[in-house]
């Protein structure tokens, strides 16, 4: 039974969330797309890393996750996590009225048109690729496309840390990228919220010629032009609200997520979700 949500408003906010901070990078770009749109982002702090859960476990996260944000009127829902919307999309779909979309697919169909020799890589936590949500969706666009997966979980931590250009950085890389490199892959997808932050290294080790594909540029295009086919977009130019939520101590987000953006989060408040 979905959970009907009779309220959705043009002014109603856009829903973001993530397992914690690195969803930042895709509320970044949503809110360059939409200088006019509300945005109200959840970090699950308290239940973080999702990397290496199961598909169960992360699924009851999702639905709990987006039954807060549909609490607050939200009018569109993004599920900014990789290892959310590889386990739990389908599933919030089922429950809630409000129109959603994943990281997932907008990328998947990014790398498809990307590639030029067929063969794409991608990493991302361990229950992401275990889950092969990126294979189904990138042979959704083309079935003769080769593709190369490897979890990378340390990237995770190593970006929460700010570790973007150490050594160690560089080590961990070449260590999981080696084989993809020997593959022959021509296009790399980032399918996690932090391996943005570690583009720099990521292109170095895997070298110029191979295209980097991350989620934030494709699915805030996918917000936009989707809340303007449903003529949804907010049209008065004032000043908009970003409001953060989380469910573990606001001010280590806060430190880490400033990091992440680049200026200042003002305003981060506990919430309790009881899981
Ligand atoms: N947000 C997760 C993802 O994009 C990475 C962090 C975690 O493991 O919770 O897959």
Not at 54 to 64: E, G, M, N
Not at 136 to 165: K, M, N, Y
Not at 222 to 242: F, H, P, Q, W
Request: glycine fraction near 8%; include cysteine; charge should be neutral.
């Amino acid at each position: 039974m979905k959970e009907k949500n009779n309220h959705i408003s043009q002014n109603g906010s856009i829903g973001v969330f993530d397992s914690g901070v690195g969803g930042l990078t895709v509320l970044r770009e949503i809110a360059r797309a939409l200088p006019n749109e509300d945005c109200v982002y959840l970090g699950d702090t308290a239940r973080l890393p999702y990397g290496n859960k199961s598909r169960d476990t992360v699924t009851k996260f999702a639905l709990k996750n987006s039954s807060f944000l549909v609490s607050l009127g939200i009018k569109f829902l993004v599920i900014a996590c990789n290892t959310a919307a590889s386990a739990g999309l389908d599933a919030v779909k089922e429950s809630f009225d409000v129109p959603t979309t994943g990281v997932i697919k907008p990328e998947a169909r990014r790398a498809a048109t990307a590639t030029r020799n067929g063969k794409v890589g991608v990493i991302g936590t361990r229950s992401t690729i275990a889950s092969g949500a990126y294979e189904l969706a990138i042979h959704q666009h083309d079935s003769g496309i080769t593709v190369h997966s490897r979890p990378c979980p340390l990237f995770v931590p190593l970006a929460e840390e700010g570790w973007f250009e150490e050594d160690v950085t560089r080590l961990v890389a070449e260590r999981y990228l080696m084989d993809l490199i020997n593959e022959g892959i021509d296009t790399l997808v980032l399918g996690c919220t932090h391996y943005p932050l570690l583009k720099k290294v990521i292109t170095e080790t895997v070298g110029r010629d191979v295209a980097l594909v991350d989620s934030a540029v494709p699915i805030a295009r996918e917000v936009k032009d989707t809340l303007k086919s449903m003529g949804m977009l907010r049209d008065v130019n004032r000043r908009r609200r970003l409001t953060y939520y989380v469910t573990d101590d606001p001010k280590i987000f806060t430190q880490v997520g400033e990091s992440f953006l680049g200026f200042p989060l003002d305003d981060v408040r506990h919430v309790d979700i009881a899981v």
